[in-house]
């Protein structure tokens, strides 16, 4: 099964407002990513967090880990229609390859 | 943008017919995978390989198999295909900085099999 799985499945907001989005997993990990996958397109790497961060920024990105709970949950602030993707977390446990989450679909409308 | 090119990017064939679709990547990474997602759904792992002349099946049972002879290419081959094969295929290759791995995407395969 996945290591990873992520809530909501889907999310529509509006522009200016934020998103956040929520990562489970099941094993200790290593770090754990979070990649962006515009429609029809490739995934995109986005953010890395390792196991002993608690929170990481980049621009308007903010990713927080809690490996009590074994949850990640990323927040795009100020968001914009250009943010319309899926967004997938992935976990690396130290079994040489990652294992992505089922992904949660964003839609930002203007 | 990432320097790993899949073709083709849409392909519509018929049941029955051989295929291959190609992966190659500019990068010098020696890890190299195979995903399969219906849109908008989950990453399959359908293979994997750690460099030239290594692979590996993933999660995802899969009636295609992969070849690596060179570092760059990693092409994945359909005997014959079937309407179940209908999916996205995508590539990725990945390095590790600081320990940690980074995987890069191409921009995938649509395949539609009649």
């Known amino acids: 099964s996945q290591q990873g799985e992520e809530d909501p499945q889907a999310l529509s907001i509006q522009e200016g407002e934020n998103a956040t989005m929520n990562c489970s997993y099941k094993?200790?990990?290593?770090?754990l990513q979070w990649y962006r996958q515009n429609s029809g397109r490739g995934l995109v790497h986005l953010i890395l967090?390792?196991?002993?961060?608690r929170e990481k920024h980049s621009g308007r990105l903010r990713v927080t880990l809690d490996t009590s709970k074994k949850s990640s949950s990323l927040l795009i602030t100020a968001s914009r229609a250009a943010d319309t993707a899926s967004y997938f977390c992935?976990?690396?446990?130290?079994?040489?390859?990652?294992?992505f989450g089922t992904g949660t679909r964003l839609l930002v409308s203007p | 943008e990432a320097d790993i090119y899949q073709t083709p990017r849409y392909l519509v064939i018929g049941t029955g017919k051989k295929i291959t679709l190609e992966c190659s990547q500019t990068?010098?990474?020696?890890?190299m995978y195979w995903y399969q997602q219906d849109p908008g759904m989950e990453l399959h792992l359908i293979h994997y390989?750690?460099?030239?002349?290594?692979?590996e099946k993933g999660d995802l049972s899969s009636e295609s198999t992969v070849s690596r002879i060179r570092t760059e290419h990693f092409p994945l081959t359909l005997e014959s295909a079937r309407p179940s094969h209908t999916s996205q295929y995508l590539c990725?290759?990945?390095?590790?900085?600081?320990?940690?791995?980074?995987?890069?995407f191409g921009p995938g395969t649509r395949l539609l099999v009649l």
């Open positions: 990725a290759s990945s390095e590790f900085t600081g320990g940690a791995e980074t995987q890069y």
């Open positions: 094993t200790s990990i290593n770090n």
């Open positions: 967090i390792r196991s002993n961060e």
């Open positions: 992935a976990t690396d446990a130290g079994f040489q390859k990652l294992v």
């Open positions: 990068m010098g990474h020696d890890k």
């Open positions: 390989s750690y460099g030239v002349n290594s692979t």
